[in-house]
């Protein structure tokens, strides 16, 4: 299969956890992968505690939230992009019953500028 479109890894963002880039541009489209939480230099998660088995104590979805998209605007930034260009965003809530409105709070601070 021939491969298409340029990879780009943002150097300020944490490295992707799978086998893929931060990002790929094909013409002028620009496509986003996998952003999590996570800093440049650390496994650690923001806004996550964790027990001693490595299970989730509990979170902070706002914390995680503004991390995420810490991690979004350095992947732009390398990629020549900003959040002007955002046509789409697709999220995974794992509790939409309890983090929902926070999430939609944040994004609109975010976003709807």
């Known amino acids: 299969m021939k491969e298409h479109g340029s990879k780009i890894n943002a150097a300020k963002a944490p490295p992707p956890v799978?086998?893929?880039?931060?990002?790929?541009?094909?013409?002028?489209?620009?496509?986003?992968?996998?952003?999590?939480?996570?800093?440049?230099?650390?496994?650690?998660?923001p806004g996550v505690s964790l027990n001693p088995d490595g299970s989730i104590k509990d979170y902070d979805i706002e914390i995680q939230c503004r991390s995420v998209f810490d991690n979004i605007k350095h992947i732009l930034e390398a990629s020549g992009a900003s959040w002007m260009d955002l046509v789409d965003v697709t999220v995974f809530l794992t509790n939409m019953q309890d983090d929902f409105k926070i999430y939609n709070r944040v994004y609109a601070e975010s976003f709807c500028r």
């Open 18 to 45: 799978g086998a893929y880039p931060h990002a790929r541009r094909v013409g002028d489209l620009l496509f986003l992968s996998g952003v999590g939480p996570r800093k440049a230099g650390s496994k650690e998660i």
